[in-house]
């Protein structure tokens, strides 16, 4: 069956998804659509390349002009979003609008909430619509839901998952995976978890731990940060005692940003340096990213850990990824868009009911976790003994 997808955003996790289409997905096509026409071809070519035999068309088009975004997607099976979050509620109404099955990567828990107000216009278009399927949120959601199938008398479960440079330098052992606005809004605010089966929000980098990974990465910490554990609290509020999530880095990280934001320099009200009005997290970000991004040879690995434990034992699921130098996609890329592409495939293909909802909450995890074993992304699993 011809089966077309659109790709929106031709940035790094766009074209990640759209190869990941093309390869496991049963594209027939793909429409990529950005407002960038060089950025937007110069994906076509790359997924062409690697893909020769899958027909990858452009289409450039600015995601806030509504109706010109409902004309790109006529007659697409599947939409998958890359755009930055606050776009998405929008462009997954787009879909909708002309029949078509909708994930994005979230970002922002709010945000999806207004995506997942579109549960009674999917329903009656008969098409899905699932916000939050990257990383994390997203593939850790899907890993804790599965073990949750596994071991239904867990009451506990833990996510721990991060992006790190695979040769940390200094000062802050980190290389910028993904935008640098992303990664302080995770910093900042509040996390949401479950804490003896009642919601609570906690302080983001807060709570550090030391943990352990395989080699390369050995010895790392842990600590609260905003938005990993997006709508999981609520969904297993009843289920579960307690849901937690935490972002992984190289020891010291943690104390180095908490440093920062005492002193301010993560705020966002504007302070007056000389005649001039700046937000110090602006200041910040101008600076820093520079320093933080990616030297020639550098490469990344993403860390991933779901567990869900009972009185008896738990079990375990680790994921440790690399860059890809065969396609010249980085662990980050892989570990978000490829998963997030897998879940548009399986509802495109009918296994998701109409209407929307959030990864978690699929009955067909399971098969999910499947799913990205074949693309892969090489997860292990582990028996855990009562504590």
């Avoid at 008969?126 to 890993?143: M, Y």
């Avoid at 990993?228 to 509020?237: C, V, Y």
């Avoid at 980050?332 to 897998?342: D, G, L, N, Q, Y």
Wanted: net charge negative; glycine share 12%.
């Amino acid at each position: 069956m011809a089966r077309t997808y659109a790709v929106l955003g031709s940035g790094m996790q766009g074209t990640a998804a759209a190869y990941d289409l093309g390869q496991h997905g049963g594209a027939s096509g793909i429409v990529l659509v950005d407002r960038d026409a060089v950025a937007v071809e110069h994906a076509c070519e790359r997924i062409r390349r690697l893909l020769p035999g899958v027909s990858v068309d452009a289409r450039v088009v600015d995601a806030s002009d509504e109706a010109a975004l409902r004309r790109a997607l006529d007659g697409v099976a599947g939409v998958f979003s890359g755009l930055p979050y606050a776009f998405n509620p929008a462009a997954a109404a787009a879909a909708v609008a002309v029949g078509a099955h909708f994930c994005d990567l979230g970002g922002n828990t709010e945000v999806v909430r207004k995506t997942l107000a579109l549960d009674g216009a999917a329903k009656a278009r008969g098409v899905s619509v699932i916000p939050d399927c990257g990383l994390a949120p997203g593939l850790g959601n899907v890993l804790a839901a599965a073990l949750l199938q596994r071991l239904p008398g867990a009451h506990t479960v833990h996510v721990r998952c991060g992006g790190l440079p695979r040769n940390p330098r200094p000062p802050l052992n980190y290389m910028l995976v993904f935008n640098i606005g992303g990664l302080t809004n995770e910093y900042m605010g509040e996390a949401e978890f479950l804490r003896n089966g009642a919601r609570v929000s906690l302080p983001t980098l807060t709570e550090c731990e030391a943990l352990e990974f395989a080699e390369p990465v050995g010895r790392a910490e842990a600590f609260i940060t905003s938005g990993g554990t997006s709508t999981a609290p609520e969904t297993f509020e009843g289920r579960l005692q307690n849901y937690d999530y935490k972002t992984v880095r190289y020891p010291g990280h943690c104390a180095q940003l908490q440093a920062l934001k005492a002193l301010g320099l993560l705020d966002l009200e504007p302070v007056q340096v000389g005649q001039v009005s700046v937000r110090p997290r602006d200041l910040f970000h101008a600076v820093a990213a520079p320093r933080l991004l990616p030297r020639p040879g550098d490469t990344d690995l993403v860390v991933l850990r779901a567990e869900a434990l009972s009185e008896q034992g738990g079990l375990r699921l680790d994921l440790l990824d690399f860059a890809d130098g065969g396609t010249g996609f980085s662990a980050m890329e892989r570990t978000t868009a490829f998963p997030a592409a897998a879940t548009l495939a399986f509802q495109v293909e009918g296994r998701v009911p109409a209407g929307a909802t959030t990864s978690e909450r699929l009955a067909c995890v399971g098969d999910l976790v499947e799913a990205v074993r074949k693309r892969g992304l090489d997860l292990r699993e582990t028996t855990l003994t009562a504590r």
